[in-house]
């Protein structure tokens, strides 16, 4: 239901471009461009002041608490071979219904997630028998010709990142992992971080311990597919990291930002004399209505990443705050496509 709402985000695209030509027109350009200057240099020493804040931040409460740890626990659970094994089998040569996985077709939804159907696959042919999955719980007397792997779903970026048949077998441990060595340490890690600071860790870390198979599924597809390196390195850059640090930046460069434009918006508020001038007051009006839309698209450029902070922590629960949503707009998606912090690298 929620994504039936999507026509919200649209409207509100409208209402904010009219808002703020109206307050343009009625400010004046003066006072508008000063707005954008301070808004250019709240916006460049947020930027600057970003990564090292929010890096500092992540070592100190999360990274120092959780790395060593991490890479221990993982150590104990995993060995060469194993791992080894792992990558030496090829999902590709799954058959469902006769047919090789490489040969099918897979049609993606809007959101770039498909569900591919194993509920019988035969994986005989994919030398998964020859590798150790005990540690994983499963027992290596299993039938292969016949596996129900129920239905497993996959999404486009990670497909592009750790090929399809790395995915698939990382959804297919983490659909069957509920006992074992590996079992095990992920509950533990997943203890570990519960103790952190960061909200969403400590959400990542309770759905590693309860076994949710996509905390799982996000440390197994990292292990698999670990090539050099250690594990523990592996999983911090592929999971701990980016679940702390993309909501971590989000709200350090807001809070900047904000204090900045608090500070600097004085000087714009005392521009508005300029208005009372006869003649210049007209001028005035008509390209501060101008810049009124140059405005708008600032507020919505910072209204998405607000947004991505919220789907991030909410994990995309809440009612229209969503990339289902997102994605069924006729305008708001584009401009949300345009991610300003992974332009800049922050």
Same mark, same amino acid.
């Given at each position: 239901?929620?994504?039936?709402?999507?026509?919200? &985000?649209? &409207?509100?695209?409208?209402?904010?471009?009219?808002?703020?030509? $109206?307050?343009?027109?009625?400010?004046?350009?003066?006072?508008?461009?000063?707005?954008?200057?301070?808004?250019?240099?709240?916006?460049? &020493?947020?930027?600057?002041?970003?990564?090292?804040?929010?890096?500092?931040? $992540?070592?100190? +409460?999360?990274?120092?608490?959780?790395?060593?740890?991490?890479?221990?626990?993982?150590?104990?659970?995993?060995?060469?071979?194993?791992?080894?094994?792992?990558?030496?089998?090829?999902?590709?040569?799954?058959?469902?219904?006769?047919?090789?996985?490489?040969?099918?077709?897979?049609? $993606?939804?809007?959101?770039?997630?498909?569900?591919?159907?194993?509920?019988?696959?035969?994986?005989?042919?994919?030398?998964?028998?020859?590798?150790?999955?005990?540690? !994983?719980? /499963?027992?290596?007397?299993?039938?292969?010709?016949?596996?129900?792997?129920?239905?497993?779903?996959?999404?486009?970026?990670?497909?592009?990142?750790?090929?399809?048949?790395?995915?698939?077998?990382?959804? !297919?441990?983490?659909?069957?992992?509920?006992?074992?060595? %590996? !079992?095990?340490?992920?509950?533990?890690?997943?203890?570990?971080?519960?103790?952190?600071?960061?909200?969403?860790?400590?959400?990542?870390?309770?759905?590693?311990?309860?076994?949710?198979?996509?905390?799982?599924?996000?440390?197994?597809?990292?292990? %698999?597919? %670990?090539?050099?390196?250690? +594990?523990?390195?592996?999983?911090?850059?592929?999971?701990?990291?980016?679940?702390?640090?993309?909501?971590?930046?989000? %709200?350090?460069?807001?809070?900047?930002?904000?204090?900045?434009?608090?500070?600097?918006?004085?000087?714009?508020?005392?521009?508005?004399?300029?208005?009372?001038?006869?003649?210049?007051?007209?001028?005035?009006?008509?390209?501060?209505?101008?810049?009124?839309?140059?405005?708008?698209?600032?507020?919505?450029?910072?209204?998405?990443?607000?947004?991505?902070?919220?789907?991030?922590?909410?994990?995309?629960?809440?009612?229209?705050?969503?990339?289902?949503? /997102?994605?069924?707009? !006729?305008?708001?998606?584009?401009?949300?496509?345009?991610?300003?912090?992974?332009?800049?690298?922050?």
């Amino acid at each position: 239901m929620g994504s039936d709402l999507f026509w919200f &985000l649209d &409207l509100f695209v409208l209402g904010i471009t009219l808002v703020t030509v $109206y307050r343009g027109a009625k400010r004046g350009a003066v006072a508008v461009l000063i707005g954008a200057v301070a808004a250019i240099a709240a916006f460049v &020493l947020a930027s600057l002041l970003c990564g090292p804040i929010s890096g500092t931040i $992540y070592d100190s +409460l999360v990274r120092n608490k959780v790395e060593e740890y991490t890479a221990q626990r993982l150590g104990s659970a995993f060995d060469a071979e194993v791992i080894h094994g792992l990558s030496d089998v090829d999902m590709m040569k799954t058959k469902v219904n006769g047919t090789y996985l490489s040969d099918m077709v897979i049609e $993606y939804d809007e959101r770039g997630t498909a569900i591919i159907d194993l509920s019988s696959a035969d994986m005989t042919e994919t030398g998964i028998d020859r590798a150790d999955l005990s540690g !994983f719980g /499963i027992k290596s007397d299993r039938d292969w010709t016949a596996v129900k792997a129920g239905h497993i779903n996959i999404t486009q970026s990670d497909v592009r990142r750790y090929g399809i048949g790395n995915v698939i077998l990382a959804r !297919f441990i983490a659909s069957n992992l509920t006992s074992g060595e %590996v !079992f095990r340490a992920f509950a533990d890690i997943g203890n570990k971080l519960g103790e952190t600071a960061s909200p969403s860790l400590k959400s990542l870390g309770s759905d590693l311990s309860d076994g949710s198979r996509d905390a799982v599924y996000s440390f197994v597809v990292s292990i %698999v597919t %670990v090539g050099s390196g250690t +594990l523990g390195e592996r999983v911090m850059d592929d999971v701990i990291t980016p679940t702390v640090m993309v909501p971590l930046r989000a %709200v350090v460069f807001c809070l900047i930002f904000a204090l900045v434009m608090l500070i600097l918006g004085i000087i714009a508020n005392a521009s508005k004399v300029i208005n009372r001038i006869p003649i210049v007051s007209e001028v005035n009006g008509v390209l501060g209505a101008v810049l009124g839309i140059l405005e708008a698209a600032v507020v919505i450029l910072l209204i998405c990443i607000i947004m991505r902070l919220l789907i991030s922590i909410c994990g995309g629960q809440l009612v229209f705050i969503n990339d289902a949503t /997102i994605e069924r707009t !006729f305008v708001f998606k584009y401009l949300y496509r345009i991610d300003v912090l992974k332009l800049l690298n922050l």
